[in-house]
């Protein structure tokens, strides 16, 4: 889905939303130095796979929590996690690195991909 469409099926759901467009950040420290109109809800967007590339992941975690694949790997059954490719995000979320967004599920037309929010 592109922007519009994106916008289309949140009003068509009766789903409230508010736009704030940024340049695309790769780490917390660019996000930093972005200002937000609601820093309380700052998250990191990770888009993950197993050791296979079988099963990819999309986590949301707040912004001032480190991050641990290990301990998620355990208490959610997974293979062994690292962050997928450039060329995976695109493939699968229709998206590019820095522009992570739980709204990329929208792209994932198999429902393939499972959604962790922490």
């Given amino acids: ?44 967007n ?13 986590l949301t975690i707040k912004s001032n929590k480190r991050v641990n694949l290990k301990q998620f790997r355990e208490e959610n059954g997974t293979r062994r996690l690292s962050f997928a490719s450039p060329q995976d995000l695109k493939e699968k979320l229709g998206l590019e690195p820095g522009s992570v ?5 929208l792209n994932d037309s198999h429902h393939e991909i499972p959604f962790y929010l922490d």
């Fill in 1 to 44: 889905m592109n922007k519009n469409e994106t916008l289309h099926y949140l009003e068509q759901h009766g789903i409230k939303y508010e736009i704030v467009e940024h340049q695309a950040v790769y780490n917390m420290a660019e996000m930093e130095q972005i200002e937000l109109p609601h820093p309380e809800a700052d998250a990191k």
């Fill in 46 to 58: 990770m888009f993950v796979r197993d050791d296979k590339k079988r099963n990819y992941y999309l």
């Fill in 101 to 105: 967004t739980p709204l990329g599920l």
